[in-house]
C-alpha cells in the first residue's frame, strides 16, 4: 500500500505535532520515493478587522514561515528525501489543504486547539479527514 504514495503533503504549522507529522512524513518519502510537500498555510480567517494590519502582518508571517520551511527541507534532504517542495499559502488551513490536487497522502498532526476552540472553529485535522479525496494521516 506504501508503495503507492507519489505526493505527500505534509502540514506544517510549526507545533510539536507538526513536527511529529514532517518526521513521519521523512520516512514514508524515503520508503516510497515520493515527492514530499511542505505546506503551512498562514490562517488570515484568525486576523483582526483592519485590512492594512492584515496584509502587513501575514506578509511577516509568510516571509519568516518560509524560512522555518526551508530548516525542514534541509533537515529532510539530510535524512536522504530527494525531492523536496516548499508551499506557503495564506486562507483557511482546512480549505487549502484539501485542495491540493496533487496529494496521494496529506499527513497531519492531531489537533492542538483546546475544547472551547475545536467546539467553536473544529480541528484542521477533523476536516481534512473529512474532506479529503486521498488518504490522511493524523499523528499524535
Known amino acids: 500500500m506504501v508503495e503507492n504514495y507519489r505526493n505527500i503533503i505534509v502540514a506544517v504549522d510549526f507545533s510539536e505535532k507538526a513536527k511529529i507529522a514532517f518526521n513521519r512524513g521523512v520516512r514514508i518519502a524515503k520508503l516510497t520515493g515520493a515527492q514530499l510537500h511542505l505546506v503551512s498555510v498562514i490562517d488570515t480567517h484568525s486576523f483582526g478587522s483592519v485590512e492594512a494590519y492584515d496584509l502587513k502582518y501575514a ?6 514561515a518560509k524560512v522555518q520551511l526551508e530548516q525542514y527541507k534541509n533537515e529532510a534532504t539530510q535524512a536522504g528525501v530527494e525531492n523536496v517542495q516548499l508551499i506557503v499559502e495564506e486562507g483557511s488551513p ?43 494521516l493524523v499523528v499524535r
Open 59 to 64: 506578509k511577516e508571517l509568510k516571509a519568516k
Open 94 to 136: 482546512k480549505v487549502i489543504l484539501t485542495s491540493l490536487t496533487e496529494a496521494d497522502l496529506i499527513i497531519v498532526g492531531a489537533t492542538g486547539l483546546n475544547r472551547a476552540e475545536r467546539f467553536l472553529l473544529g480541528s484542521v485535522s477533523e476536516n481534512v479527514v473529512r474532506s479529503s479525496k486521498c488518504d490522511v
